[in-house]
């Protein structure tokens, strides 16, 4: 594969940059571009800070978010929601997700917190190191293209005022947790039930003494399952986990049993799974997961997805033909994000410094075909071309045969971006509790977020904590 030539000082270059979304991506990207002396203009389409993780109880009146004019909600987080990963290892590498007192507010101390904790965590940082300075609030991106040497941003803010202003790099961090994904199921357009999407489930209650189908056994089906398993009469979860010929009954909670996928669904409400069970539900819920979605970005076909694959980019960040101009913070998905964001924002922005230089367009261009020729050898869809393999700690790799080390682990992507632009990789702690973390996520039973035993790895970690010396300990 190809390496972009080692960190080496260049004459550094303040440019004028934008960055679309102040999510968790969005906000570490802005303070990269900062501190790397760049100028930094960033929209916010919502209110706040904090992306997905702005919890609302509000929801899409199209409860599968097909209709392409729908109001959008932009969060997925439903109210029961916890982090999946503990607290240490989710937070950004010099700002501690640690509780941090604020006056006269309540935190979650949990090392698994609620999401409300999460997202003061995120209000926390973006106070740090003043991002607010630098965003437009209520002002929704429209438009993205390059005109001669610029890139060109439309914007709309809430009050229907529309402007547009001249950049010379755009990172784009909008995030890809709004636009779902449906799975295809056989007969669905005339099965006669109510269907909803994740994304516009909040809380159980009107699931009450109703028979509900859950699509999708990974960490939002396995949650919401549970959630409204509080409530239904039975829920029946069709996991891809389950063996086409087999039925799990005894689950922990006497009103959920797991199938495996769906054979079809049927006129007169019934629902057939691949073990040849019918069960006569009242709901669909499909937790199938979402689509990345670029509305307001024209790239001249520079930029295509297909199937969830955005490309083609080199590292999952750079297109070859716009780069540096364009670049993607936040497209690989189940890892340690906030720190993935970090690192991402780092490489971009020593390379618009030109403190760091990016290998020729035609070089990036034959690594990124080099890597997708490598995840279709070993047969992996490209909808998986996000998903950060890691061989030694991922059991949702089971079937992708990944002791093939030619596709990258999320270690060593860390470890490749840090020899390039020249910061420090991830630390053995995190990478240590993250393995640890992601096997308890998968094989640790219902009480994973509440059940550990690594208090030794945890005295480490703040010790670790305590040299950085931003925290109250
Ligand atoms: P987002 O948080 O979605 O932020 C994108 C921002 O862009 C939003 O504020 C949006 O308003 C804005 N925006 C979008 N389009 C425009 C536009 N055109 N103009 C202006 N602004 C725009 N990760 C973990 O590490 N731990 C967890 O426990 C965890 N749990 C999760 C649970 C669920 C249900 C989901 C869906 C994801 C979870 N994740 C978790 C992953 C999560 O996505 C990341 O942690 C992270 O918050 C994503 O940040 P982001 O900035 O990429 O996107």
């Known amino acids: 594969m190809t390496q972009p030539p080692r960190s080496t000082p ?17 906000l570490v990207a802005a303070r990269e571009l900062h501190r790397e002396g760049h100028t930094v203009i960033a929209f916010e389409r919502e209110k706040q800070v904090g992306g997905l993780w702005v919890y609302t109880d509000r929801v899409e009146q199209d409860s599968l978010s097909q209709e392409p004019d729908r109001d959008i909600v932009h969060s997925s987080i439903y109210k029961s929601l916890r982090t999946n990963l503990p607290r240490e290892c989710m937070g950004y590498s010099d700002f501690p997700f640690v509780i941090r007192p604020r006056d006269g507010e309540s935190r979650d101390p949990r090392r698994y917190p609620d999401h409300r904790e999460v997202m003061m965590y995120l209000q ?47 990172v784009v961090c909008n995030g890809h947790f709004t636009e779902p994904r449906l799975a295809n199921i056989p007969g669905i357009d005339s099965w006669p039930g109510k269907q909803i999407h994740s994304h516009n489930y909040r809380i159980p209650d009107s699931f009450k003494d109703q028979v509900v189908v859950v699509i999708g056994s990974q960490s939002s089906g396995n949650d919401i399952s549970k959630d409204i398993a509080t409530m239904a009469k039975e829920v029946h979860v069709s996991s891809k986990a389950i063996a086409s010929n087999s039925y799990v009954e005894h689950t922990g909670q006497k009103n959920l049993r797991i199938h495996p996928t769906i054979y079809r669904a049927c006129e007169d409400g019934s629902v057939v799974f691949r073990n040849g069970r019918v069960v006569y539900a009242d709901v669909i819920v499909h937790c199938t997961g979402y689509k990345y979605h670029f509305p307001f970005l024209e790239t001249n076909g520079n930029v295509n997805v297909d199937d969830n694959r955005v490309g083609p980019l080199y590292k999952h960040i750079f ?22 964001f970090e690192m991402q924002s780092k490489w971009v922005a020593s390379v618009l410094s030109g403190r760091v230089k990016l290998p020729s367009e035609d070089k990036m261009m034959e690594d990124a075909i080099a890597f997708y020729g490598k995840l279709e050898a070993l047969g992996i869809p490209k909808r998986y071309t996000h998903f950060l393999t890691d061989p030694r700690g991922n059991p ?14 999320q270690s060593d992507y860390f ?29 640790g039973g219902d009480s994973y977020r509440d059940q550990w035993d690594d208090d030794q790895l945890i005295e480490e970690v703040y010790q670790e904590f305590d040299k950085l010396k931003m925290i109250e300990m």
């Not at 260049?10 to 969005?26: D, K, M, N, Q």
């Not at 991106?141 to 950049?167: A, I, L, P």
């Not at 949702?396 to 682990?409: E, K, R, Y």
């Open 10 to 26: 260049i004459t550094s270059r303040a440019c004028h940059v934008a960055v679309i979304g102040l999510g968790a991506a969005g």
């Open 396 to 409: 949702m790799l089971g079937t992708f045969n990944p002791q093939d080390a030619a596709v990258i682990s």
């Open 415 to 443: 470890n490749d971006i840090a020899e390039y632009c020249g910061c420090s990789s991830i630390e053995s702690w995190r990478e240590r509790q993250y393995n640890v973390a992601i096997k308890k996520l998968f094989f």
């Open 124 to 170: 926390d940082f973006s106070k740090e190191f003043k991002i607010e300075e630098m965003v437009r609030f209520e002002t929704e991106v429209v438009r993205v293209e390059k005109v001669e040497e610029k890139w060109r941003v439309r914007y709309r803010n809430s009050r229907g005022v529309s402007g547009e202003e001249n950049f010379d790099a755009v």
């Open 319 to 340: 297109p070859p033909a716009l780069a540096p101009g364009i670049s993607f913070i936040g497209l690989p998905f189940m890892g340690l994000q906030f720190f993935l």
